[in-house]
């Protein structure tokens, strides 16, 4: 299984509706082209591997780096209501806590390291539409062959 495939399971056992590729400085263009339907998504940013060369042996770190968003169907003139984190925050919060799990059950994760760790985050009225949800980030030891 490829890197990509293991996300694409993942992102398809978390419930969100789409995967999708983008980095911030593009990411109010890319936003334009989805309806609302197609909301909750799970944002990838194209990830980065660093590796350690040891004893002929080559260990990868997965830099991994995204959001799980959902759009809201209204205006919100105070989006800092508390009502928004049961509604919008922590289903996405949940998405990516099943993204992550299920990611790191997949064959391309390193057998050999036991902790990872992983941070998720509120992103609240995040840029230029109503979107709503999490940003993530994990560093994953990634399997590779013996050299």
């Known amino acids: 299984m490829t890197i990509l495939e293991a996300i694409q399971e993942a992102t398809d056992a978390s419930g969100a509706k789409g995967l999708s590729f983008a980095n911030l400085q593009e990411f109010n263009a890319f936003n334009d082209s989805f309806a609302f339907e197609e909301y909750s998504r799970n944002v990838v940013v194209p990830f980065k591997i660093n590796y350690t060369f040891t004893n002929n042996r080559v260990k990868g770190i997965l830099i991994l780096q995204g959001?799980?968003?959902?759009?809201?169907?209204?205006?919100?003139?105070?989006?800092?209501?508390?009502?928004l984190e049961p509604d919008y925050i922590n289903p996405m919060r949940e998405q990516a806590v099943k993204f992550l799990k299920?990611?790191?059950?997949?064959?391309?994760?390193?057998?050999?390291?036991?902790?990872v760790t992983a941070t998720i985050t509120?992103?609240?009225?995040?840029?230029?539409?109503?979107?709503?949800g999490v940003s993530y980030q994990a560093n994953i030891p990634i399997s590779k062959m013996v050299c």
């Open 67 to 83: 959001w799980m968003i959902t759009r809201i169907n209204q205006d919100t003139n105070d989006w800092r209501s508390v009502q």
């Open 122 to 132: 509120p992103e609240y009225m995040w840029l230029k539409d109503h979107l709503f």
């Open 102 to 115: 299920h990611l790191l059950s997949s064959d391309i994760v390193d057998p050999e390291i036991e902790n």
